[in-house]
């Protein structure tokens, strides 16, 4: 299993704190002659540091482009569809689809287009539940939007979440990028809103499962 660098710190870090709790118990328990706990314990810190692990997983995914579809940047499930006036950017109305990840779904990030970042923005904020409307201009959050070379506009936000507190993006003003290449992380549970022109063929409703990078949001309009 090949694990994605952002991972590297925390699972080292992680591992480190239970090899010193379980010392600590070990120690305790050996003043008192007990091993009834020993087992116990291993077993609950083994499982919580491979949860750990595993939570910094990175799959293999085919890449696929089709200028024509926007693909989901992570994997879910589809909590929000609807019209909304995007007053950061665009200031217009378009249409947001939104994927909430939860703790146990792949968080790494993907590039629901391709063309040229022609916005980006770090926003400070609450850590609202993720799945709260208010979550996607109250929390924590980046905003990206690419321009196409057809010229459409495509925006998407990472949304910090009740747990998730750490945003990583590798993107800035100016970079041409890949549609489906990897562009950030987000620590644990967590969400990410897409806008597309109102006009776009919806492909998926609320409560559908996605996955990052193979599963197509919307059809864009010629």
Request: glycine share 6%; with cysteine; aromatic share 12%.
């Amino acid at each position: 299993m090949k694990i994605n660098k952002e991972g590297y710190r925390i699972i080292t870090i992680s591992g480190l704190i239970c090899l010193v709790l379980w010392s600590l118990i070990y120690y305790f328990e050996s003043l008192h002659s007990g091993t009834g706990l020993l087992l116990t314990s291993a077993i609950i810190l083994i499982a919580f540091w491979f949860f750990i692990v595993a939570f910094f997983r990175e799959p293999r995914r085919i890449k696929i482009h089709d200028p024509e579809l926007v693909f989901s940047p992570c994997d879910g499930r589809v909590v929000v569809t609807e019209v909304v006036e995007e007053d950061e950017y665009m200031k217009r109305e378009m249409l947001q689809i939104s994927i909430f990840m939860s703790v146990t779904n792949i968080h790494m990030n993907w590039l629901p287009v391709a063309g040229e970042v022609e916005y980006y923005k770090y926003h400070p904020g609450r850590f609202l539940i993720a799945w709260h409307p208010k979550s996607s201009t109250e929390n924590e959050r980046t905003t990206t939007v690419v321009k196409m070379d057809n010229g459409n506009q495509v925006l998407f936000r990472q949304v910090a979440g009740l747990i998730a507190r750490r945003i990583v993006s590798y993107i800035k003003v100016g970079d041409k990028v890949n549609q489906n290449d990897v562009f950030g992380f987000i620590k644990f549970g967590s969400r990410i809103d897409v806008l597309v022109p109102k006009d776009s063929e919806l492909l998926v409703e609320i409560g559908d499962p996605v996955v990052g990078s193979q599963t197509p949001l919307v059809r864009l309009r010629k």
